[in-house]
């Protein structure tokens, strides 16, 4: 009978390395046809249900093998599921847990690295990162999560040099090569750009020739080519462009609902509002939140808590809809009805598990929250709204440069000129209700002011907040805390003017936004 097991549990095993998934699930269905207690049929079944999608089965039978052996491999694997389903809280005890009696294979350590980077916690995720590579060398992926942490905790060089030893392993993966090009500004004598090149001709996979068109796209740019780097950026996007189903209508239905639902969400009961003031700095992205939010986070009274999708979630939770996305026309009329206490406290409750230190105010810098303006002012009295402003054109351009998460519905509008143009046409349009029906609430911040008087527009911004002056603030760029977004690189540096009006360089390809803007009353200048 235990020798007829083991070898149930091998070919069980066997059959998930090899991702057949039914497989997986016979076994371990057999295993506790035997006996309902078998804590490893229960994680056997709990990984093949999670895989097939079916999460809260997944959960429940990796919860059944967490209470009958709580070993490290199950209790990072559950961790993982709790994450997949938003249960943050339920996913760092458990990690806490995991702690305790840390699993000896590779793939539990880089999970447990990977809920700990979901949870925004980099620190904690490094050394596991670290284990999963030293148990399998040879594994690019592993390779891959250590070098984002390493840059995410500003060890530039480290994961630099993590990143060159996975692309000695695997020449082809594009995200190194894209992460690789992104850790600082190349130059002329010290670039990627020819191995870049080879790269992007040898790739045949759709995802991995955009992220090869982007970083190629970059470099190019940082050594004086810019010309050829918009080239290869417009092909980049315009092929990926092609493959999407995607419409502008399919956006401007979202706007015309949270547009049309205001009055609702206005006049919608709050009860036991709570009192905690979070600072959100909203914005359309690419426009200096992560700047904003660096600056705030550097005074001894704030913390960063990230791009948190705390809001989003909050009010998908009260809204009670099935709907597959998180913003939709359904949710956002379902919500304008409930109550926006509730919301409040459901947010607050998400965004805790992101903070570190309870006893200070946090900001929360998730730049599409300038769509939950009005249920952030609603749910919670007492938070500041700060939204980033950027010259229109440099907006639509500093959208079209950026690689956003690919497999992300919410940003296919990024890979045209014009759905983005579109896309800030409406947001424009949003930020002018939030004004008129909000005044004060949301305090306007321009990017080129920012830039041009950095001291003054800081205690504008600080005073809006509802913070002491600090001179902390204006040494922003020695902050130590870690960055997980795209300007990673950005706000390491000291004020610098180099993305002001820099789509100038590129007026001809722009001239069809200009026009747009111009018809619609937007003025680029």
């Keep these: 009978m235990i020798a007829s097991r083991s070898r149930r549990i091998d070919a069980a095993r066997s059959a998930l390395g090899q991702g057949d998934i039914r497989a997986t699930h016979s076994f371990a269905a057999t295993l506790l046809a035997d006996d309902p207690c078998d804590a490893e049929g229960h994680f056997l079944l709990g990984i093949a249900e999670s895989s097939a999608g079916r999460i809260q089965a997944g959960i429940q039978h990796l919860g059944n093998a967490v209470a009958l052996d709580p070993q490290g491999e199950y209790r990072a694997q559950l961790a993982r599921l709790f994450s997949l389903v938003r249960r943050d809280g339920d996913a760092a005890e458990t990690l806490r847990a995991a702690e305790q009696a840390l699993p000896t294979d590779a793939l539990s350590r880089d999970t447990m690295g990977c809920v700990y980077a979901r949870l925004g916690d980099h620190a904690a995720a490094l050394p596991h990162f670290e284990q999963a590579v030293r148990l399998e060398p040879d594994n690019t992926e592993y390779r891959y999560n250590l070098a984002v942490t390493l840059n995410f905790l500003g060890r530039v060089d480290e994961s630099e040099a993590a990143l060159e030893a996975l692309i000695a392993l695997d020449a082809d993966h594009a995200r190194a090569h894209h992460l690789l090009a992104a850790l600082r500004k190349q130059s002329a004598a010290n670039n990627h750009i020819a191995r870049l090149g080879q790269a992007r001709a040898r790739a045949r996979d759709g995802r991995d020739r955009l992220l090869l068109g982007y970083a190629l796209a970059k470099e190019l740019e940082d050594i004086g080519e810019h ?25 401007a239905a979202a706007f015309d609902a949270i547009e049309a639902h205001w009055p609702q969400v206005r006049t919608a009961p709050v009860y036991n509002p709570p009192s905690e003031a979070p600072i959100f700095i909203i914005g359309m992205p690419r426009t200096g939140t992560t700047l904003v ?52 406290r459901e947010y607050l409750q998400r965004a805790g598990h992101h903070r570190r230190n309870p006893a200070l105010r946090f ?20 938070a500041r709204i700060v939204c980033l402003r950027r010259n229109p054109m440099d907006t639509v351009l500093a959208n079209f440069r950026n690689l956003f998460a690919i497999s992300s519905r919410y940003y296919d509008y990024s890979y045209d000129l014009l759905d983005i143009a579109a896309y800030y046409l409406r947001f424009d349009r949003l930020m002018a209700l939030w004004a008129k029906e909000m005044p004060g609430r949301v305090l306007g911040l321009r990017y080129e002011d920012l830039i041009a008087d950095q001291e003054g527009q800081t205690r504008r911004l600080l005073e809006h907040c509802g913070l002491d002056w600090s001179n902390d603030c204006l040494s922003f760029h020695t902050n130590s805390a870690p960055v997980s977004t795209p300007s990673a690189a950005q706000v390491r540096r000291p004020i610098y003017t180099d993305s002001v009006a820099r789509w100038k360089r590129h007026a001809e390809v722009l001239e069809p936004v200009r026009w747009f803007f111009e018809q619609h009353g937007i003025a680029v200048e």
Excluded: W
């Design 293 to 344: 939010d660096r600056i705030v986070s550097s005074h001894p009274g704030v913390e960063s808590a990230g791009e948190l999708q705390a809001m989003p979630i909050a009010v998908k939770k009260a809204s009670g809809t099935r709907s597959p996305t998180v913003l939709d026309p359904e949710t956002i009329a379902a919500a304008a009805r409930a109550g926006m206490g509730e919301i409040g």
């Design 363 to 382: 900001t929360d810098k998730f730049p599409g929250n300038f769509q939950y303006a009005g249920f952030i002012a609603r749910a919670l009295p007492e």
């Design 227 to 251: 010309d050829q780097a918009l080239d290869t950026l417009c092909a980049a996007n315009g092929e990926h462009r092609r493959k999407l189903p995607y419409s502008f209508k399919r956006d």
